[in-house]
C-alpha cells in the first residue's frame, strides 16, 4: 500500500483544514485506519483512529469534539476534519494503515504510513 497525504497547511488559531489521504496499490476496505502526528522535538502521537466500515472511531482527549476522521472505502481515501485548531495541534501529520480491521491506538499496529503533511497553527 502507497499512501499519499495532503491538505495541510498554515491556519489561524480557531481556523479549520480537512487532510486527505489516498492509498494506491492495494484495497484498504478490510483494514482500521489512523492519523498520528508528531511535533519538532516530541515523540509521535496517536490523533484519531476508524475500524473498517467506520462503525469504531477513536479520537485521543485532547482532539475530541474538534477532529472528525471518516474513510470511503469506494475511493480508498481517509480523512481527517480539524475544526477549532489550536497552536498545539501544530505537527506533521501522517495517515496509517494497519493490517487489522480495528488497530486502536498504538503505531505499532499499523504497517503501512505516509509521507506526513505539515499542519502549522499560528497563535
Known amino acids: 500500500v502507497q499512501l499519499q497525504a495532503s491538505g495541510g497547511g498554515l491556519v489561524q488559531a480557531g481556523g479549520s483544514l480537512r487532510l486527505s489521504c489516498a492509498a494506491s496499490?492495494?484495497?484498504?476496505?478490510?483494514?482500521?485506519l489512523a492519523w498520528f502526528r508528531q511535533a519538532p522535538g516530541k515523540e509521535r502521537e496517536f490523533v484519531a483512529a476508524?475500524?473498517?466500515?467506520?462503525?469504531?472511531?477513536t479520537y485521543r482527549d485532547s482532539v475530541k469534539g474538534r477532529f472528525t476522521i471518516s474513510r470511503d472505502n469506494a475511493k480508498s481515501t481517509m480523512s481527517l476534519q480539524m475544526n477549532s485548531l489550536k497552536p498545539e495541534d501544530t505537527a506533521v501529520y501522517h495517515c496509517?494503515?494497519?493490517?487489522?480491521?480495528?488497530?486502536?491506538?498504538?503505531?505499532?499496529?499499523?504497517?503501512?504510513w505516509g509521507q506526513g503533511t505539515q499542519v502549522t497553527v499560528s497563535s
Open positions: 496499490r492495494r484495497t484498504i476496505s478490510n483494514n482500521g
Open positions: 476508524i475500524s473498517w466500515n467506520g462503525g469504531t472511531t
Open positions: 496509517a494503515v494497519a493490517l487489522s480491521a480495528v488497530a486502536g491506538t498504538s503505531p505499532d499496529r499499523y504497517r503501512y
